[in-house]
């Protein structure tokens, strides 16, 4: 193994997404083990988390919302960074970002590791993004259902690894625990708040006194607080918007509950499962609700766009505290065997570190 001048990351932006916090620890971890790390954002610059000072945090252009020229001028600077770099090691931690960096290393030997951080499943341009994946050295799966979505030769780079723990993550708290329902995330079709809302509806039925919480922004915020007025929970619905401190805000919820119709890994549900938050999940593909709780031992998992199981699990939690115990013991046992360190390590294991 080499010397390593610099860890590159590629991302759109570092907005308060998954795929970005997982980015803002890591970078942090390797600055402390004495590695050079860059954040290389390529559609924008946004920051929603705090970022090491040593962090090398810039963008190569701004939203190119389908201009050529933007374009062209972001193609050019990656190209130039990559060219002035010649011994990082590029880690794109999404699809259009491993495209460029294939593209733009294009006739350089550049180490390039890919972190696939979703259902393969979605992606509308799998002709382009298989084509970059066969460039890259190493490709990195959350899941091992996630491999299974590609050809032989790409799935032979593949390794797979969680996502990491924050150890600032709040412990388990120890009490009377609030009559509220939470959920953290994008208000994005992925994550189908609308068949949240339509449970939260049907459990309200029977636990009245209950109060559901909502973190996050996104392009359906309107249409969701419409089909809240609608089914008549709108007085029971909190909008919160994005929040820097939501897991201090959210540590005694009731229960959580993530009803996405496709996941690489939720980092929010990573954090409320080690929180010992006792918490629901769809098990949705690509499987990683599944790598981090067993049901009704850690969580409760429940078929995707199912409404009636999912206010089902709801109503188990809120109606049995010997089952809402468990669970939360249970999942905050994630805390030590998802460890950020443990996870630094077999990413720089992946890039030949």
């Known amino acids: 193994m080499g010397i390593v001048l610099k860890i590159v990351f590629i991302i759109p932006n570092m907005t308060g997404g998954g795929t970005e916090r997982v980015i803002s620890l890591l970078s942090d971890e390797y600055v402390r083990r004495g590695h050079e790390v860059a954040i290389m954002q390529f559609a924008g610059y946004e920051h929603a988390y705090e970022l090491n000072r040593q962090v090398e945090d810039f963008s190569v252009a701004p939203r190119s919302k389908g201009n050529p020229f933007i374009m062209l001028r972001k193609l050019i600077n990656m190209r130039r960074y990559f060219r002035k770099n010649p011994d990082c090691r590029i880690f794109a931690f999404c699809v259009m970002g491993a495209v460029y960096a294939a593209a733009t290393t294009w006739g350089m030997k550049r180490y390039l590791l890919v972190a696939e951080r979703n259902s393969p499943d979605s992606c509308n341009i799998k002709k382009l993004r298989n084509w970059a994946y066969r460039r890259a050295d190493r490709i990195t799966f959350q899941t091992e259902d996630g491999i299974g979505y590609f050809p032989q030769d790409i799935a032979a780079k593949a390794v797979v690894i969680p996502n990491p723990v924050d150890a600032s993550v709040p412990e388990r708290y120890v009490g009377q625990r609030n009559k509220s329902v939470?959920?953290?995330?994008?208000?994005?079709?992925?994550?189908?708040?609308?068949?949240?809302?339509?449970?939260?509806?049907?459990?309200s039925a029977e636990f009245p006194d209950y109060v559901l919480h909502v973190y996050g922004q996104g392009e359906l915020e309107e249409t969701l607080k419409r089909q809240a007025e609608a089914l008549r929970i709108a007085d029971r619905v909190v909008w919160h918007?994005?929040?820097?401190?939501?897991r201090e805000q959210i540590?005694?919820?009731?229960?959580?509950?993530l009803s996405s119709d496709f996941e690489g890994i939720s980092n929010s549900m990573l954090e409320a499962l080690a929180m010992g938050i006792p918490t629901v999940s769809t098990d949705c593909p690509i499987g990683g609700a599944r790598i981090y709780m067993e049901d009704s031992v850690s969580g409760l998992l429940v078929p995707t766009g199912d409404r009636q199981a999912l206010a089902g699990a709801m109503c188990r939690i809120a109606s049995d505290p010997v089952l809402t115990e468990r669970l939360s013991?249970?999942?905050?046992?994630?805390?030590?065997?998802?460890?950020?360190?443990?996870?630094?390590?077999?990413?720089?294991?992946?890039?030949?570190?």
């Open 182 to 203: 939470v959920t953290v995330g994008r208000l994005h079709k992925q994550k189908n708040h609308a068949l949240l809302l339509n449970a939260f509806a049907d459990f």
């Open 241 to 246: 918007g994005f929040c820097e401190n939501v």
């Open 251 to 257: 540590r005694d919820a009731g229960m959580f509950v």
């Open 329 to 353: 013991v249970n999942a905050a046992g994630i805390r030590e065997k998802y460890s950020l360190a443990r996870i630094a390590e077999e990413f720089l294991r992946a890039a030949d570190i």
